[in-house]
T-cell receptor, first 113, second 112 residues
Framework: TQLLEQSPQFLSIQEGENLTVYCNSSSVFSSLQWYRQEPGEGPVLLVT?????EVKKLKRLTFQFGDARKDSSLHITAAQPGDTGLYLCAGAPRGTGFQKLVFGTGTRLLVSP | KAGVTQTPRYLIKTRGQQVTLSCSPISGHRSVSWYQQTPGQGLQFLFE???????NKGNFPGRFSGRQFSNSRSEMNVSTLELGDSALYLC???????????FGQGTRLTVV
């Protein structure tokens, strides 16, 4: 069974601080996605990383895929209250691709003004 | 372009009853996957349908079933509901297995 562990589970910070969320597995994934989810809503796709070592930037968010495609990180610079939410990483296993995603345990972020 | 639509948004059922949830994928998408999200287990894969055929299945009991219609709309059914089936049920659609999946808003099922 493929598992994705995220750390930390909870993060409460002040506006303007930087943070990093980690997503780790012992399994190799063909790609990895990051989602943000608001309470009672579905996850919204932020980014997909495919190549080992790949770095993608989305405004203040920086995503990195590990060289061995087993881990990923999400770094937020100068966090804002609008960044509050549940961040989920999801791996696409080889063979089944995006149709059978393995989700991480989630990181709940609270950014206070 | 309309997103993934799930109906109903909220549902309350009694133990032992059955329930059917519906998912309309993004126009042109042929794959629909279903997930269950609970506070304790997180997001877990239920099953995936492509062109009316179940292509992948997760580790859930046979009480959970689904189907897909020729217009790619999908339904999932849970029979003999248990309290532990209370969850947010999410569906995601994609064009094919090598393209990204987009989620609907989910159906919140409460079993009392």
């Amino acid at each position: 069974t493929q598992l994705l562990e995220q750390s930390p589970q909870f993060l409460s910070i002040q506006e303007g601080e930087n943070l990093t969320v980690y997503c780790n597995s012992s399994s190799v994934f063909s790609s990895l996605q990051w989602y943000r989810q608001e309470p009672g809503e579905g996850p919204v796709l932020l980014v997909t990383v495919v190549t080992g070592g790949e770095v993608k930037k989305l405004k203040r968010l920086t995503f990195q895929f590990g060289d061995a495609r087993k881990d990923s990180s999400l770094h937020i610079t100068a966090a804002q209250p609008g960044d509050t939410g549940l961040y989920l990483c999801a791996g696409a296993p080889r063979g089944t691709g995006f149709q059978k995603l393995v989700f991480g345990t989630g990181t709940r972020l609270l950014v206070s003004p | 372009k309309a997103g993934v639509t799930q109906t109903p948004r909220y549902l309350i059922k009694t133990r032992g009853q059955q329930v059917t949830l519906s998912c309309s994928p993004i126009s042109g998408h042929r794959s629909v996957s279903w997930y269950q999200q609970t506070p304790g287990q997180g997001l877990q894969f239920l099953f995936e349908y492509f062109s009316e055929t179940q292509r992948n299945k997760g580790n859930f009991p046979g009480r959970f079933s689904g189907r897909q219609f020729s217009n790619s709309r999908s339904e999932m059914n849970v029979s003999t509901l248990e309290l532990g089936d209370s969850a947010l049920y999410l569906c995601a659609s994609s064009w094919d297995k090598n393209t990204e999946a987009f989620f609907g808003q989910g159906t919140r099922l409460t079993v009392v």
